[in-house]
């Protein structure tokens, strides 16, 4: 097996050799053709890179002081209206792009409350499973701290127009209110977008 592999790795060197000689060669009898060819890979190149970058340049940090956490955003959040929630918000922002929609909220919390996170948790999955254009809503509920504060951590699916949806999110107890990041997508496309912007969240 290893004397076959030599074999191998050994033609490959020849035949990259005699690549490179045959192309040197050409370079050498034709050097503007081969000045035009190096010029159009490098704009090739270039162009490459714009697309490649392009869809990051909107990207930008967003302190979202009324809610108490920061998170980079694909396009700026706008404030929104309660909506109807309840309990009701004491701010609300949406940032939404084709590939995701992303509402980030703050809510008071109540006193005696044993677990504040789980509580928001739940009536924000239930205004979720309540909206006429949403169906179907799974979720499942972790608990786990969020930068040392207590948290809950929601993965979950719904249908919306026929479509099949995601919904991530995390809801976190700061001083006197439960600040709380959802993720809605539906592709792949989206998921990557989720994943960004979860791994930027912080705490002012």
């Not at 939404?96 to 677990?115: L, P, S």
Request: aromatic letters at 8%; glycine letters at 6%.
């Amino acid at each position: 097996m290893k004397e076959e592999t030599a074999a191998i790795w050994q033609d490959l060197q020849e035949k990259g050799r005699a690549c490179y000689a045959r192309l040197r060669e050409w370079t050498v009898s034709n050097p503007r053709r081969a000045t035009q060819r190096a010029a159009f890979l490098v704009v090739a190149l270039t162009f490459g890179l714009i697309i490649a970058w392009y869809p990051f340049t909107g990207w930008k940090t967003y302190d979202m002081m009324p809610v108490g956490l920061t998170v980079d955003l694909p396009s700026k959040p706008v404030a929104a209206g309660a909506g109807g929630r309840v309990p009701t918000p004491v701010a609300v922002f949406e940032s939404r792009t084709e590939d995701v929609a992303v509402v980030v909220a703050a809510f008071e919390t109540v006193t005696g409350e044993a677990n504040p996170a789980h509580h928001v948790l739940k009536r924000a999955m239930d205004y979720l499973a309540h909206r006429p254009d949403m169906a179907d809503v799974e979720y499942q509920i972790t608990t786990r701290p969020f930068k040392r504060r207590p948290a809950c951590h929601v993965s979950g699916k719904f249908t919306r127009d026929g479509a099949d949806c995601r919904v991530v999110g995390t809801f976190v107890v700061l001083e006197g209110r439960v600040a709380q990041i959802l993720c809605l997508f539906n592709d792949l496309e989206g998921a990557r977008t989720m994943e960004r912007i979860m791994k930027s969240v912080d705490i002012l």
